[in-house]
């Protein structure tokens, strides 16, 4: 029986590259002269830090830029409160990886109620789907592309 499974992962080489790169533009960048701006990546999180808070702001757009350049969907990513402590600002951005229950139910709910004859199981965090014909598969693929799921989604393993 045909299957493959829905994944949300993030290539943490792209990432690391991307981290990279954007420092490398902060410290050529004419607004972030002599302001020591960095962005560091920890345990899938990258802390923004700046003189003040319009600078956070600028930095988002050089991160967007950034990962969109290495094929790193935008929608993973979970920007925390930007704080101001002392002379500097500070801001967390979440990197999000794998599907979560609630995600991974809401997948499956798509799946269902779209009358597609094909099994979605929830599999750790992952969701494999199976079904009779590779066209059911093929149309879960391009009905869960077009939906407006915020994680990026990856189709993989896909089995005759």
């Not at 004419?30 to 701006?37: I, L, P, V, Y």
């Not at 101001?84 to 809401?106: C, F, I, N, P, S």
């Amino acid at each position: 029986m045909p299957s493959f499974d829905i994944v949300s992962e993030i290539d943490g080489h792209e990432l690391t590259n991307a981290v990279d790169q954007m420092n490398r533009e902060l410290g050529t960048r004419f607004d972030f002269k002599g302001s020591d701006a960095k962005i560091t990546l920890k345990d899938g999180a990258m802390n923004l830090e700046a003189t003040n808070e319009f600078q956070v702001r600028q930095m988002h757009d050089i991160m967007y830029k950034k990962l969109s350049a290495r094929n790193i969907d935008v929608a993973c990513l979970e920007k925390g409160k930007i704080e101001e402590r002392g002379m500097r600002a500070y801001q967390t951005v979440t990197v999000r990886e794998g599907l979560d229950k609630e995600m991974a139910k809401k997948v499956v709910k798509l799946i269902k109620d779209s009358n597609i004859k094909v099994q979605a199981a929830i599999q750790g965090e992952q969701v494999r789907v199976t079904g009779k014909k590779r066209d059911d598969l093929q149309q879960v693929m391009a009905m869960l592309k077009a939906s407006d799921i915020e994680m990026p989604l990856q189709f993989n393993n896909f089995r005759d």
